[in-house]
């Protein structure tokens, strides 16, 4: 029989790391509104909530690619 190739792609580890993919979105973009709204709060100006939300945004997208990365690196 033959050893089974850990390098391989299996169903499992694909649906892993979508749901990494989804929850790093999810909590960066939730970071950056709680953060947003603190600093919109402390300074009375709404707008940094919609600024905290898209740096959430943009910060999640870059995790996104390294984990995508890492991932085509992991199955050649």
């Known amino acids: 029989m033959e050893k089974p190739n850990n ?3 299996t169903p499992m580890k694909a649906i892993g790391y979508v749901s990494a993919i989804s ?9 950056g509104y709680v953060g947003g709204r603190y ?6 100006q709404q ?3 919609a600024l ?3 740096a959430g945004l943009l910060l999640g ?3 996104v ?3 995508i990365i890492r991932f ?3 199955n050649p």
């Open 72 to 74: 085509l690196r992991d």
């Open 39 to 44: 600093i919109s709060s402390w300074l009375n």
């Open 65 to 67: 690619i390294i984990l």
């Open 7 to 9: 390098r391989k792609t």
């Open 47 to 49: 707008i940094w909530t």
């Open 23 to 31: 929850a790093d979105l999810l909590v960066c973009m939730a970071a």
């Open 61 to 63: 997208i870059v995790s």
């Open 52 to 54: 905290g939300t898209i």
